[in-house]
């Protein structure tokens, strides 16, 4: 069974700041998916990444899918208070269904 | 958005009653999913389907079973609802293996 690790847990940062968060695997991910959920509300999809070395940016938000295909990282420039929320990362599992990491819930103060 | 609904969305019940998620998708899409989320798990995977009558087990589906009729329609169902079983419910729903889509979740209180 595949283990998915995201780091750190928590994190508070005042607005305008930058931030890293990360998601490792035990094993080599065949894609991997970043979701950002809402207090309230399901995961909605960012990004899906599939190749090693793989970067693709939404707006203010760099996502890395590491060479080696095991981790990846989500990097927010100029946080705002509007990216508060729980980062998930997940992926598939042998292309039977999906395994999620824990998040990270990020607080972004103004 | 993708066009998937879940309902109830709130239900408090007792202990030993069964009750029925009820998710519904407007997409065509061939999986389906049931996780529950609680606080320091994330996101658990209890049942899926890959197609009408074709389910299978996830990470947690002690205590649950599923059924997929149609393929817009996926339940969820707790036989004997217990204390643990108190969480939110996603379904979520993917036409492809790298992609998923969340209903809005219920919120299920057993006392």
């Known amino acids: 069974t595949q283990l998915l690790e995201q780091s750190p847990q928590f994190l508070s940062i005042q607005e305008g700041e930058n931030l890293t968060v990360y998601c490792n695997s035990s094993?080599?991910?065949?894609?991997l998916q970043w979701y950002r959920q809402e207090p309230g509300e399901g995961p909605v999809l960012l990004v899906t990444?599939?190749?090693?070395?793989e970067v693709k940016k939404l707006k203010r938000l760099t996502f890395q899918f590491g060479d080696a295909r095991k981790d990846s990282s989500l990097h927010i420039t100029a946080a705002q208070p509007g990216d508060t929320g729980l980062y998930l990362c997940?992926?598939?599992?042998?292309?039977?269904?999906?395994?999620f990491g824990p998040g990270t819930r990020l607080s972004v103060l103004p | 958005d993708a066009g998937i609904t879940q309902s109830p969305r709130h239900k408090v019940t007792e202990t030993g009653t069964p009750v029925t998620l009820r998710c519904h998708q407007t997409?065509?899409?061939?999986?389906m999913y049931w996780y529950r989320q609680d606080p320091g798990h994330g996101l658990r995977l209890i049942h899926y389907?890959?197609?009408?009558?074709?389910?299978d087990k996830g990470e947690v589906s002690d205590g649950y079973s599923v059924s997929r009729s149609k393929t817009e329609d996926f339940l969820l169902t707790l036989e004997s609802a217990t204390s643990s079983q108190t969480s939110v419910y996603f379904c979520?729903?993917?036409?492809?293996?790298?992609?998923?889509?969340f209903g809005p979740g219920t919120r299920l209180t057993v006392l």
């Open positions: 979520a729903i993917s036409g492809r293996l790298d992609t998923q889509y």
């Open positions: 094993s080599v991910f065949s894609s």
């Open positions: 990444v599939v190749t090693g070395g």
């Open positions: 997940a992926e598939d599992n042998y292309g039977q269904n999906f395994v």
């Open positions: 997409e065509n899409h061939r999986y």
């Open positions: 389907s890959y197609g009408v009558k074709d389910t």
